[in-house]
């Protein structure tokens, strides 16, 4: 038992090495634009969960944990083929508006509607295996000539209308899981740029999205767990 601890200890050292290097690698060159350096990083990671479950051959549940890994793996894997899970990396964002902010509801599996949420702050259950089912976002404080839409793909029932900002898009209830979601400016679109991120199911956070483009998937069983949203202003 002592050395299969000791193999899992030093298969986990040597990949968090090899992650370090990873992590120093794709920060110092975020410049040059390397949006799925986080991305990779995140697949390292899971090869070294990987590594070190198989070394330990006597941990409970053992063979259910690779599995979840290895398909953990794959979605990444997925991620990296398609390219539109990417997005564009934390590295590269502008300053969130302090002036005009976005707030975001969701309703959670089981749980129901969650309270407004500021702008950045993780809205829903990310990790917890529980699906959203629709979500809410609004302006705050509310501002002339500055507003949201929005819309999402729903599972069975296919992409929503855009929605109003403060319209609820989705549903409650109905075992229907969220699976991408776009966000645009209605008003306001010369002056803020609004982005969002979605966690994934068996994927994690996905890069940041804006201005109507899909964060998410179609037709890949992957639910959104939670969501983040900001305003910023528009780059000169």
Request: aromatic content about 10%; hydrophobic content about 40%; charged content about 25%.
């Amino acid at each position: 038992m002592a050395d299969s601890t000791d193999q899992s200890a030093k298969l986990t050292e040597s990949f968090e090495a090899v992650v370090r290097w990873c992590e120093d690698y794709f920060l110092s060159a975020s410049g040059s634009g390397t949006p799925l350096g986080p991305q990779f990083v995140r697949v390292i990671r899971a090869f070294g969960e990987i590594a070190a479950a198989s070394a330990d051959s006597l941990a409970a549940n053992r063979a259910l944990r690779l599995s979840m890994l290895r398909e953990k793996v794959e979605a990444y894997l997925q991620g990296f083929m398609r390219g539109d899970l990417a997005g564009e990396s934390s590295a590269t964002l502008p300053e969130p508006s302090q002036l005009v902010q976005a707030e975001a509801l969701v309703h959670v599996q089981d749980r129901g509607d969650t309270p407004w949420r500021s702008q950045l702050t993780e809205c829903g259950a990310a990790g917890t295996g529980r699906r959203l089912e629709g979500f809410s976002l609004r302006v705050n404080p509310p501002v002339d000539g500055v507003s949201l839409r929005y819309k999402a793909h729903l599972s069975v029932m296919g992409d929503t209308p855009w929605v109003d900002q403060g319209d609820y898009c989705g549903t409650r209830g109905q075992n229907r899981r969220l699976e991408a979601i776009w966000i645009e400016l209605a008003e306001g679109a010369d002056r803020f740029d609004v982005y969002y991120s979605a966690h994934l199911c068996r994927f994690g956070w996905t890069g940041w999205f804006k201005n109507g483009q899909m964060c998410g998937t179609r037709g890949e069983y992957r639910q959104v767990e939670a969501i983040k949203v900001f305003l910023a202003a528009k780059r000169a």
